[in-house]
């Protein structure tokens, strides 16, 4: 195998590479975790022969099939193909596993969950290669992932036996019913994990099932599996019974359908369109489904905005991970009165974004996955441009640097014709429009049928939560572009219309893993006729008792 391309390439013409102010760890050496020199490992270094064999070990599969790297194109891994039995073999094996992990108490499955959360950060510097490796991010966005994932296990390693134990309620007549929700595992969970972002998007959503007692069939996208892989691994070391977590890859068409039809509950991240064959495989066999799908994510600059601070976040907004990212922002609605200055500072700072595949930080901006995501944000720039939009920035793909590699741009003049206008393009392309007033900027920010994610810049809080909440997305960020709310793991993530079903994160995010069960047991009389009361007189007495209820504001 080729090495990578060494170092953070510089991007000529509009993009010159430039520095912004920070320390590079991997030359002032504060990062004690921080990789080697960059261009001191290939792709080959890191992933071996052997590493693969121990990440796949007990992956069931009868074919092959390989992976890629999105920095060259160049095959990554050999790796085991599932076949439908095989899927059906896996789902058997959780099913046996799952039976005593159930048994264990909450307690002993949250430890799992820490001690995940502390090998998980101690040896980070793995699982960065491997993410960068296999999705073309730049460091700092895969390092994003590593921050998801431990957060979440630090929160249901804490928090699960909260959410999980029983819980008293009123009865129908108070001292005579005694009342008890309890929180039973579904069983074995299918999970469908996209390519974007793989750990956090695996088993980031893997932990909140496990803790609350399901099993787990995982399929991954084969071309991101061995961070999935890796995170298995890991998990294995801090306590999970391997049988409990159990990896399927393969072609989605093939694969994906029969882990639907297996499963107790279906969790699925990826396209809308997908979702809804998802969510109809799941209907026909009344089984629970949480979906989280596409967006067309916009964000208000209000004039009152700081202008410097909403440049820099827009550029995070819309550029992390070469926006492939559901919450990415992919509209920008700036107020007319100060639309100009403040294009010319997102203008300014995106031109001076650095692209490159270096397994150490630096880049500001990686590649993007592969040739079907080039074909989209090629096609919505050329359709806009031909169309009448300009190019603000960026606009060109950059087969120097990598395969697929595409210039972070920046449209103005789009309108509703536009391709780009409507569509996710899921690429660091980012459609400019000016707004005259609130109503305007919430209308238009509204009037897309995806509501995944959004966010408004104002030096007014009060008016920002206003804005805030006449917005229909699950999401809504003040002041920044998406990792408050994201990273927000007591509170609720999740779209709204076309972007899904269910929530992942807080009290939703593991009770959706869980079937309630209510328990009543009846006291000292019956709910029926009894101490000599006829029908009418006891039909009398509990209308009078209801009449007492409401007076004592009983609930």
């Not at 920070?22 to 792709?43: C, F, M, S, V």
């Not at 031109?351 to 590649?367: I, N, Q, V, W």
């Amino acid at each position: 195998m080729n090495p990578l391309p060494t170092g953070t390439q510089s991007v000529p013409r509009a993009y010159p590479a430039a520095h912004d102010g920070r320390a590079d760890p991997e030359t002032t050496g504060t990062n004690p975790l921080a990789p080697a020199p960059e261009g001191a490992r290939t792709a080959s270094d890191v992933v071996t022969p052997e590493l693969v064999a121990q990440l796949t070990k007990g992956v069931a599969g009868s074919g092959r099939t390989a992976s890629h790297t999105p920095f060259t194109g160049e095959a990554l891994a050999d790796l085991p193909a599932s076949t439908p039995e095989d899927v059906a073999r896996a789902f058997d094996d959780a099913r046996a596993a799952q039976a005593v992990w159930a048994a264990t108490p909450v307690r002993q499955r949250a430890a799992v969950l820490l001690r995940f959360h502390d090998l998980v950060l101690a040896r980070q510097a793995e699982v960065l290669d491997l993410i960068q490796l296999e999705t073309g991010k730049a460091r700092l966005h895969a390092h994003e992932e590593v921050l998801a994932v431990a957060v979440a296990a630090r929160h249901y390693g804490r928090r699960a036996a909260a959410y999980l134990r029983p819980k008293r309620h009123a009865g129908a007549i108070p001292a005579l019913t005694k009342v008890t929700e309890l929180r039973h595992p579904r069983g074995v969970v299918g999970q469908i994990a996209p390519w974007n972002y793989p750990l956090e998007l695996s088993v980031g959503d893997a932990l909140p099932a496990f803790v609350a007692g399901n099993a787990v069939v995982m399929k991954p996208d084969t071309e991101t599996c061995l961070t999935a892989l890796w995170a298995r691994d890991l998990l294995i070391e801090a306590g999970l019974p391997a049988g409990v977590f159990q990896v399927v890859l393969g072609e989605g068409p093939v694969v994906g359908p029969e882990v639907v039809r297996h499963a107790d509950y279906v969790s699925f991240t990826g396209s809308t369109r997908t979702g809804r064959e998802v969510a109809q495989g799941a209907a026909a066999r009344l089984v629970g489904v949480s979906l989280e799908l596409g967006g067309k994510n916009a964000m208000l600059v209000l004039q009152d905005a700081d202008l410097d601070k909403a440049a820099a976040g827009a550029v995070r907004a819309c550029f992390s991970s070469a926006g492939q990212l559901c919450i990415s922002i992919e509209r920008l609605y700036v107020h007319e009165s100060v639309a100009d200055a403040f294009l010319e500072r997102f203008a300014t700072r995106t031109k001076g974004l650095r692209l490159g595949t270096s397994l150490a930080y630096g880049a500001d901006m990686g590649s993007l996955v592969g040739q079907r995501q080039l074909d989209a944000v090629t096609r919505h720039v050329d359709d806009a441009v031909a169309k009448g939009a300009t190019v603000l920035a960026g606009g060109t793909a950059r087969p120097d640097i990598g395969p697929y590699f595409y210039e972070p741009t920046i449209l103005d003049g789009v309108e509703t014709p536009m391709s780009v206008c409507t569509e996710e393009t899921f690429g660091p392309v980012v459609s400019v429009y000016r707004f005259s007033s609130d109503d305007e900027a919430v209308e238009r920010a509204n009037s897309t049928p995806y509501g995944l994610n959004s966010s408004v810049w104002t030096s007014d809080a009060r008016r920002g939560r206003e804005i805030a909440a006449r917005l229909r997305t699950g999401t809504v960020n003040i002041n920044e572009g998406y990792a408050p709310a994201y990273g927000s793991v007591q509170s609720p993530m999740g779209g709204m219309k076309d972007s899904g079903l269910g929530r992942r994160h807080g009290s939703e995010g593991i009770l959706k893993y869980t079937e309630a069960q209510t328990v009543a047991q009846q006291r000292l009389l019956p709910m029926a006729p009894s101490l000599g009361m006829d029908d009418e007189s006891y039909a009398a007495f509990m209308s009078r008792s209801l009449r007492l209820m409401k007076a004592f504001r009983f609930r």
